[in-house]
């Protein structure tokens, strides 16, 4: 069983105990492939791994590997299919979670990274995308016309949401509950992360249990 991240979204560093988590989780450093989630939206031939901040949360935390991957619309299917085959970490990034759920489908890649070994990361969208649901909704921030839910890869058996813009006082509205009475639902507020390892979730920073439409935040 794969060792899976949940960020929200963190404005500068690593916090210091999520450092810790990783540098005993990802022993692997032989690849880290990261997925866009804004994959259209490309200018430059080359990629600039400087410009994109997951990949900066990791350097600073000097985790390091010798190679780096990119996977948008640069890449070919292939290429991207066979990434996802040798990685040791996948990042799914921040960014749209219906662009990069869409992504995911037109590139074939979710068999690969359900199936993979690799230590798998989201943060943000990413995350939305790595849960069994999420939900897009005007309340959360999104551009939609009407609520609606969306499969996620489905590691864990949890629906997941999180934006550095969404706080308690949003979820409290209760956008949320028609879901968490499917399932339970972590509510993240941003400079928070979720590990599932084994099965067993610890919690970093703010995190809220959503249950049946009740809400309450988890002690840590």
Known sequence: MSTHYYFSWFNG????????????????????????????????????LEDITEWTWLHRANLMFDEYHFIDYRMPKEEA??????????????????QQ???LAEYELTNGIKNSNAVILGASAGSLNMSAKWVT?????????????????????????????????????????????????????QESAMRVKDGKIEIMGPVYLISRSKIQRISV
């Open 13 to 48: 560093i690593l916090p210091e105990g999520l450092v810790q988590w990783l540098q005993e989780d990802i022993q692997d450093r032989q690849s880290l492939v990261m997925i866009s989630a804004e994959p259209s939206n490309y200018e430059d031939e080359e990629i600039n």
């Open 137 to 189: 909704s005007n309340n959360a921030a999104h551009s939609v016309e009407i609520d609606s839910i969306y499969d996620g890869l489905g590691f864990d058996p949890f629906a997941y949401e999180s934006h550095s813009q969404r706080d308690y006082a949003s979820f409290v509205q209760g956008y949320l509950f028609p879901l968490s009475e499917e399932m339970d639902v972590y509510a993240a507020e």
């Open 81 to 98: 299919r066979q990434r996802i085959q040798n990685a040791s970490v996948i990042f799914l990034c921040g960014g749209d979670p219906v």
């Open 101 to 103: 759920h869409d992504f």
